[in-house]
């Protein structure tokens, strides 16, 4: 496929599944259409790791030392097989050169051969979690790997030789083992000697990479397919979440405003029941009545009336100010602020400051209209408090990821179009 659209799909898919990049890594490998079967050998240094491709072979390309020899991954392309030899496990203290046996077992390879010299007797605390783990992944990607028992030319009992395999074989239970020794192959080869060669176990393990190589074309359709379906069940899981998270969000926002409201006209009705008594008067409404000159400094019945319509409108402020902290609404919205702060608030901002009047206090608490104001102002304030602000915000991040989301599905139907 062209790999172009590939790499963009890609990026589209690990934007919202940034786990799956392993996945990725490998289906880019899978993705070159017709590119040779890779065999990789895997196992500690020394085991004779490089010796036994160089027999697989049939010619020396690859260094073999009796020390640590391999430290590099190593390529041959021999009659449409790639061949790896991948430095031993433990070849690298920083790391580098097991990062790259790593690509080369889990991203690059479609078969593994994982050595292990029987000269170290049984698989050690490392091998065998290993090859654990990659039967684990021949389950679902059906990419096999061989264990390869190596050395066996150095066992010189076969009795102690039959006891290390069978340790090895209750180790790994239904894992067919090769032993093999690469130097009887190599004298076979070169003296053309039929029995040695039957000793050197490598008919058998020839024969088992060449069922492998085989069956790899499958394989790698499967896989792809594997990688396929597993990610989109994964991205079907994500998007459910993120719809669920987006409609609790949603619900939250509706329901909170819906008791802000409903509170809030609680508030209200109270207010007006409060202000009942205060509406209630005979004869002349004394509030109405100015003060003169000569009355500035004395205590008048209009005074004493404006001052306590101004205490009935103080209590009616302080009542709906404390329904409004209780929903959050603590301060003007920024761009609304002055420099003075007492002002600074959505009652300042609402209300106005001072009421002296019956009339007034009437028309803002007890006719339609009035109401209808202090509802919608109210709810504007509501809004654009602070908490209102982030639930709107994250509604429109899991809009926005929903989207992602959905933009990585139609990346990986594409995938899977061009790819299976
Ligand atoms: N007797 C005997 N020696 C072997 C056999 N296979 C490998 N050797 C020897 O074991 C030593 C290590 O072999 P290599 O193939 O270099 O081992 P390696 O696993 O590639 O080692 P690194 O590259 O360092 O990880 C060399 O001296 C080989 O000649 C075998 O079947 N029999
Ligand atoms: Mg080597």
């Not at 010189?156 to 239904?174: C, E, G, K, M, R």
């Not at 008048?300 to 319509?309: D, F, M, S, V």
Request: charged share 25%; with cysteine; proline share 3%.
């Amino acid at each position: 496929m062209d790999m172009h659209v590939f790499e963009q799909a890609t990026q589209d898919i690990l934007t919202v599944l940034p786990q799956s990049s392993p996945n990725f890594a490998r289906l880019r490998e899978l993705a070159h259409t017709n590119a040779s079967p890779i065999v990789t050998v895997i196992g500690k240094y020394n085991h004779g790791k490089s010796r036994l491709l160089n027999e697989l072979i049939g010619e020396d390309v690859f260094a073999v030392a009796d020390r640590r020899e391999t430290i590099a991954l190593a390529e041959h392309q021999h009659q449409q097989v790639r061949w790896l030899d991948a430095p031993g496990l433990d070849a690298d203290v920083f790391g580098q050169d097991d990062h790259l046996a790593h690509e080369a077992l889990w991203t690059q390879s479609d078969i593994r051969l994982f050595i292990h010299s029987v000269r170290e007797g049984e698989l050690d605390s490392a091998e065998h979690p290993l090859i654990q783990q990659l039967h684990q992944d021949q389950q679902c990607s059906q990419r096999q790997t061989l264990l390869v028992l190596t050395q066996i030319d150095q066992i010189a009992d076969p009795n102690v030789l039959a006891d290390i395999l069978a340790t090895i074989s209750q180790q790994v239970p239904n894992t067919p083992l090769f032993p093999v020794s690469a130097t009887r192959h190599r004298q076979a080869i070169a003296g053309n000697k039929q029995v040695l060669l039957k000793k050197s176990g490598m008919i058998e393990l020839s024969e088992a990479l060449t069922t492998a190589l085989n069956h790899v074309p499958q394989a790698r359709l499967h896989e792809k397919k594997h990688i396929i379906t597993e990610t989109q069940s994964q991205l079907q899981q994500l998007k459910q979440q993120h719809q669920q998270d987006l409609e609790q969000l949603q619900q939250l926002q509706i329901t909170q405003r819906q008791a802000f409201e409903q509170d809030l006209n609680k508030v209200l009705d109270k207010i007006q029941d409060d202000l009942q008594p205060l509406f209630q008067i005979s004869g002349t409404d004394e509030a109405l009545v100015p003060d003169s000159f000569e009355n500035m400094f004395k205590m008048t019945a209009g005074k004493q009336e404006r001052a306590r319509i101004q205490v009935a409108y103080s209590r009616a402020c302080i009542d709906i100010n404390s329904h409004l902290i209780r929903y959050g609404v603590v301060g003007l919205p920024s761009p609304q602020q002055t420099n003075v702060r007492s002002l600074d608030t959505v009652m300042v901002a609402v209300m106005g400051v001072s009421v002296k009047f019956r009339d007034d206090l009437k028309k803002i608490f007890c006719s339609t209209s009035g109401r209808e104001r202090l509802q919608r102002e109210f709810a504007h304030y509501f809004e654009l408090s602070v908490d209102r602000e982030a639930l709107k915000q994250n509604i429109t991040a899991l809009n926005k990821l929903l989207a992602l989301d959905e933009k990585a599905s139609i990346a990986l139907q594409h995938l899977e179009l061009e790819l299976c």
